[in-house]
């Protein structure tokens, strides 16, 4: 076993890095996402135009998942941004992460505005808890913050990044976000605003092979104590039974129909991969929508 070669897998994995300031005034997380964003541009192809902007989506809400805990999840869903139809993306706390992008169209903005709607679901809250903001900006950092700024009254600063190769795939990714606690002064906001607007682009160290807690160390002005840290994957909890689940919510016509019309390939709108429902799965949808039915 080469635990050299171990080490170094682990230390340039995907990683969410939670931290708070000693003084206890900020919490910030640092995130790599490069090789869960890598895995969401080859589900899809995606050109570099989507994959670019959707890796900055996917590493919002992970690092917004990052302040939660188990399975609450954050959920990011950006419509009409610039040339896109929809960046979309959720975060759970444990480091699951997925997404897709579509609608992109290479003839100029969609319509007059976007909208940024972002979702947290989280343990003992019956109903998810949204926040919805207007866009106003072609700049995700800037989005970003004002919807913490706006929806969520946090102040808080927002740095995402990420840069594709020659042929137009993800190279890196990341992010930092850093948030003010109850009790940080306008000076203290200040002084970590002005950190945030030297910092190097957060590629840069990524391609120094800098881990996130490194990168923190280094952008940071102040010190602080590890919090959290998580591997990040793309994940999809998609299934053929899932798929089926959702097929029994459907009536018993549209049921026929689709397997009259040999509709009968779905494809995960997340990760890509195909399920082909065969004669006796309907039979067995059929039945469950009788049995629900009676």
Known sequence: MNTKLDVE????????????????????????????????????????????????????????????????????????????????????????????????????????SGILKVTRILYGKIEPISGIVEVKSDELNQIFEEYLQMSEQIPSFVLLDAKVDEEGKISQSGGIIVQAMPGASDSDIEHVKNAMLKAKPITDYLDAKMRPDQILKEVLPFNFDLVKSTR???????????????????????????????????????????????????????????????
């Open 9 to 112: 897998t682990i230390n340039l994995s995907d990683r969410a890095v939670r931290v708070l300031s000693q003084d206890g005034l900020f919490r910030a997380v640092a995130i790599k996402n490069t090789t869960s964003a890598k895995q969401a541009q080859d589900n899809h192809k995606y050109p570099a135009e989507l994959a670019l902007p959707h890796s900055k989506v996917m590493c919002f809400a992970s690092l917004l998942a990052a302040f939660h805990k188990g399975e609450e999840r954050v959920i990011v869903d950006l419509y009409n941004y610039n040339k896109i139809g929809k960046l979309y993306a959720e975060s759970m706390s444990i480091g699951e992460i997925r997404g897709f992008a579509s609608g992109y169209s290479d003839t100029g903005i969609l319509q007059d």
């Open 232 to 294: 990040l994957d793309f994940f999809c909890r998609c299934s053929k039974d899932l798929f089926k689940s959702k097929l029994i919510t459907l009536g018993e016509e549209e049921i026929k129909s689709m397997q009259a019309d040999k509709h009968n390939e779905l494809v995960c709108q997340f990760c890509n991969k195909k399920y082909e429902i065969e004669d006796s799965d309907f039979d067995e949808i059929l039945l469950a929508i009788n049995s629900k039915n009676n």
